[in-house]
């Protein structure tokens, strides 16, 4: 165990003193600042009040934002707010609204005491009417909308997503039942921080597979590039404790970039726009989505699986490089099947391959993965695609440390 605990630490100090680790921890640190720190505080918003033009940088704006939601937290979405909504966007933009129409883009077709009777009255409930639009797909729907017509598009919308899914009845009725407990009407909430910890786990995921792709491809080939293999692996615990050194090593690195980079997000996103809403409905972000869960739930979901995907990179990788024995050869794979699921899609017709390749840690992250509810079946017990994918992850890595082990202790030295 001593022999495993200091081959361990040697190997994980050698992948971390790599210059090119280095070089590229610093770069991704670097754009992460950019994405997620500079650029919300330094970015100008320009809001028009009903008299004139106000600017504010980007931290303001979010405080000013999450101060009109916070009047609004606590309300329920019924007939009584939905009625104060229809008064605030009465007059005349009731005419004027359209299907393909921002709100925004609307302005200058009024008069300036128009123009300011309307922001001033609107500007109150734009977050209750950004949610109506949001389920309804239509801007203009706020003007004629009650409380059993909005939930039932809702329910309309989310059985059509059933339907498009080709779900069975056990399918249908599990989802039924997770709908049938989820409290309605809504309590609104400002969710703010969270919901931009959801819509930026995706681009993170990516950074962290350059990350780990670029680091990692080397553990294994390296031996056999510089030409030690000879002297390693015939020494006492080249072919055993060795292997399972790196590997725990390159595993600990990938977990350890995962949570720098996840944890550097989250401080930026609520830091910014506030850790408010963590007990709120998931729904209040997702609307149509059928699954009983608060929006922080979601959020720690996801963070197991973006952190469970940080491992399955590392164990990925690493099984490459001692399999192809070119670190090149590995980091121009992994870049290349980012791009690939990036750009490719597989059909619901095909139901099997495309449940799977869902799975995928790059697109189960994704926004709209939060409404596939396709379920694995195993004897009586169903698993959501989230459960599925943290069960696959570690199948997986296992599989391929089987792999790696039995073609490291195989391989035999050539003549050179």
Not at 48 to 70: C, L, R, S, W
Request: net charge negative; charged share 20%; with cysteine.
């Amino acid at each position: 165990m001593n022999n495993f605990g200091s081959l361990y630490t040697y190997e994980l100090k050698k992948i971390c003193k790599r210059r090119l680790v280095c070089v590229t921890l610093g770069i991704m640190m670097l754009m992460l600042v950019l994405m997620y720190l500079v650029g919300p505080l330094t970015e100008t918003w320009t809001m028009f009040d009903g008299e004139k033009d106000i600017q504010m940088k980007g931290y303001e704006y979010a405080v000013y934002e999450k101060e009109k939601a916070q009047k609004l937290a606590g309300l329920k979405i019924d007939d009584a707010l939905l009625e104060e909504v229809k008064e605030a966007y009465s007059g005349v933009y009731k005419e004027h609204l359209d299907d393909s129409l921002s709100v925004n883009m609307l302005v200058s077709e009024a008069t300036d005491e128009e123009q300011k009777d309307f922001i001033q009255k609107r500007l109150q409930y734009d977050q209750i009417y950004l949610f109506v639009s949001c389920v309804t797909g239509n801007y203009n729907s706020v003007h004629n909308m009650t409380e059993d017509a909005l939930y039932q598009i809702r329910e309309n919308q989310y059985q059509e997503r059933e339907t498009g899914l080709r779900l069975s009845k056990q399918e249908k009725a599990y989802w039924a039942e997770q709908d049938s407990m989820i409290e309605k009407p809504f309590t609104y909430g400002y969710v703010g921080g969270w919901d931009k910890i959801l819509d930026e786990m995706m681009m993170l995921n990516f950074m962290l597979i350059l990350t780990i792709g670029i680091c990692l491809a080397n553990v294994f080939s390296e031996e056999h590039s510089r030409k030690t293999d000879q002297l390693i692996l015939c020494s006492k615990h080249g072919k055993n404790v060795l292997q399972y050194a790196k590997l725990a090593a390159g595993a600990t690195f990938g977990l350890g970039c995962g949570i720098i980079f996840l944890g550097f997000m989250v401080i930026c996103a609520l830091g910014i726009y506030g850790a408010d809403g963590f007990d709120v409905a998931f729904q209040i972000a997702f609307p149509n989505c059928a699954r009983n869960m608060t929006i922080g739930q979601m959020v720690l979901i996801r963070s197991a699986i973006f952190l469970a995907s940080s491992i399955l990179y590392s164990v990925i990788v690493m099984s490459l490089s001692e399999i192809l024995k070119n670190g090149v050869v590995v980091m121009g794979i992994m870049l290349g099947a980012v791009y690939f699921t990036l750009l490719f899609n597989v059909p619901y017709e095909h139901r099997a391959f495309s449940q799977l390749y869902n799975l995928i840690p790059i697109r189960l992250l994704s926004g709209e993965n939060a409404a596939d509810y396709r379920l694995t079946q195993i004897g009586n017990l169903f698993f959501t695609n989230y459960q599925s994918g943290l069960i696959l992850y570690l199948f997986i890595s296992l599989v391929l440390i089987m792999i790696v082990n039995r073609c490291y202790k195989r391989y035999q030295v050539s003549g050179r």
